[in-house]
């Protein structure tokens, strides 16, 4: 993991947040992070291509999730909704990362940003989806790791 691509994370998850609270457009709120400089040390494209992607996929992104949550969408806190949205539309729309980064980046912010046990709700629906969109890429883990298991 690069730490420019983790902090573009980070910044996404608290644009998203701004978003969902703000309902203000995807530009106006990439601006203010430009002009604050907390995109900085970041992945510009990525912070840029996660929130803006995001906002205009948002639709398709709970209609995946939504199978694999307790409660509907909208009942989940704000800051839980932006890592659950981010994670799946990261698994959905940029497969050229591997499904664990995904899991692992968003476990880790949600550890950060969220409740106390916000981390395993996070890791409960992101996993369920990278195992519903990533099939060959799952596989080609589970197979790898059976193949360690069986050589110690």
Do not use: C
Not at 19 to 25: K, R
């Amino acid at each position: 993991m690069s730490k420019e691509r983790s902090r573009s994370r980070r910044a996404a998850v608290q644009a998203l947040y701004q978003w969902s609270i703000s309902a203000q457009p995807a530009s106006e709120i990439v601006s203010q992070f430009h002009e604050e400089g907390i995109l900085d040390k970041a992945d510009q494209g990525l912070f840029e291509h996660l929130v803006s992607g995001l906002i205009d996929e948002v639709i398709s992104v709970d209609q995946k999730l939504s199978p694999y949550l307790s409660r509907e969408i909208e009942q989940v806190d704000p800051v839980e909704k932006a890592l659950l949205r981010l994670g799946g539309y990261e698994l959905l729309y940029l497969p050229e990362t591997p499904y664990r980064v995904v899991l692992n980046e968003y476990i880790n912010l949600s550890k950060t940003f969220g409740s106390a046990k916000s981390h395993q709700f996070i890791n409960a629906a992101l996993d369920k989806v990278a195992r519903e969109v990533r099939t060959l890429e799952f596989a080609a883990h589970e197979k790898q790791k059976k193949q360690s298991k069986s050589r110690n």
